[in-house]
């Protein structure tokens, strides 16, 4: 699909640590540890992290590399790979198949490329800047280039947002609460899942209330490229402000109304 090395890595990577989380995912033998700051992490985040490490390091030495469980690796090409082998271990661990594996890429300091594999389920999206988002599923093989929804308001669409604590732990329960009226429906079919809905057209929203880089690196250049917004809860376009907002761009002054102020 891209002529871009890395990208075509990025694309073949991200599928092989969606396998290794699907083994485990469907063995369920696996044992869950905590972090420091009390989320879960298994075998499986570590075992498909190090898989995506290793093939960029024998194809890419000179890149640098930052992931969630191994934390950065210099390099000194101007690009760099944010991973996140497990995006939604807490849907893992409880075996709802949203999980997903998360590959991003950076140039000089942007994000220009993104993988999100959703492996329970059978389907990816991938984008490269100026060169379109591109999604396929088990139902059609066939690979599509991704485009956002039409609705023009909240009201018409799909609002969706992860769990309810980093809503809690910001004060923001009546801001999730206002969303939530102007809403058709919502759900909770959060993480990455969340953007590769709003990047394919079946939501309009996607929010978190609190995201780390390895998160966002590769949903930020997704939506964009799917025509679609992602920025921070100040409509900053950056994957840096430690929050997430996704939209297809006709809803954000809307979201941002409510989560601005």
């Known amino acids: 699909m891209f002529d871009d090395p890395r990208m075509s890595l990025a694309v073949e ?3 092989e640590a969606g396998q290794i989380a699907l ?22 985040d570590r075992r498909a992290e190090e898989m995506l490490r290793q093939r960029i390091e024998e194809k890419f030495s000179d890149d640098a590399i930052l992931g969630e469980e191994y934390g950065q690796s210099p390099g000194n090409s101007g690009y760099r790979w944010i991973l996140d082998p497990i995006d939604g271990t807490k849907s893992f661990i409880s075996g709802v198949p949203l999980f997903g ?24 999206i991938y984008a490269l800047r100026d060169q379109g988002a591109w999604y396929q599923s088990s139902s059609e093989r066939e690979v599509v280039q991704a485009g956002v929804s039409q609705c023009e308001q909240l ?42 809905m709003v990047a394919t057209g079946r939501a309009v929203l ?14 930020q250049p997704i939506l964009e490229e799917a025509g679609g917004t992602f920025t921070d809860w100040q409509g900053n376009a950056t994957a840096d402000g430690g929050e997430g907002i996704g939209t297809n761009g006709k809803v954000l002054d809307e979201v941002l109304e409510v989560l601005r102020p």
Do not use: H
């Open 155 to 196: 009201s018409e669409g799909l609002v969706l947002t992860s769990e309810f604590e980093g809503w809690t732990e910001r004060g923001g329960e009546n801001l999730l609460w206002q969303l939530e009226k102007k809403a058709w429906f919502t759900r909770t079919w959060g993480d990455c899942y969340g953007y590769l």
């Open 101 to 124: 594996t998360l590959v991003g890429l950076q140039k000089d300091g942007e994000n220009i490329g993104g993988v999100i594999e959703i492996p329970a389920l059978d389907q990816r």
């Open 23 to 44: 083994e485990y995912f469907r063995s369920g033998s696996y044992q869950i540890d905590r972090k420091p700051d009390l989320s879960p992490v298994t075998a499986a």
């Open 206 to 219: 996607m929010v978190d209330p609190a995201m780390n880089l390895w998160d966002a690196a590769a949903v």
């Open 13 to 15: 990577i991200a599928r």
